[in-house]
């Protein structure tokens, strides 16, 4: 079976510390997608860890929500963003046709 494709809203602390590290070793599950405001960072310069463009170059990279949720191929929502807006995202993933999941 083909992993689940998934999507990250955000990319601070939630992602990067208490998601990701259980999602990418997970052979079921493959990260391919990003919703992330900041511009993507001149990579000869970026430093680890500064955007997701760095540490994922084969993501996808949106920078507004209507685009990622858009993108058909993802599956699965992860929200990593300020408790405030979970629902919000978490409504949009569900009426876009995606499983989500907010933490």
């Keep these: 079976m083909a992993p689940i494709n998934v999507g990250i809203i955000g990319y601070g602390s939630s992602a990067k510390i208490y998601n990701l590290p259980y999602i990418t070793p997970n052979p079921d599950l493959a990260?391919?997608?990003?919703?992330?405001?900041?511009?993507?960072?001149?990579?000869?310069?970026?430093?680890?860890?500064?955007?997701?463009t760095v540490d994922f170059p084969t993501a996808k990279h949106?920078?507004?929500?209507?685009?990622?949720?858009?993108?058909?191929?993802?599956?699965?929502?992860i929200v990593c963003t300020h408790p405030?807006?979970?629902a919000v995202f978490a409504e949009r993933a569900l009426r876009a046709g995606k499983n989500g999941s907010s933490f």
């Design 84 to 86: 405030d807006s979970h």
């Design 31 to 52: 990260v391919c997608a990003f919703l992330q405001r900041a511009p993507a960072p001149d990579l000869q310069t970026a430093k680890p860890g500064s955007h997701c």
């Design 62 to 77: 949106y920078q507004h929500a209507d685009d990622f949720f858009a993108d058909s191929y993802i599956e699965l929502v």
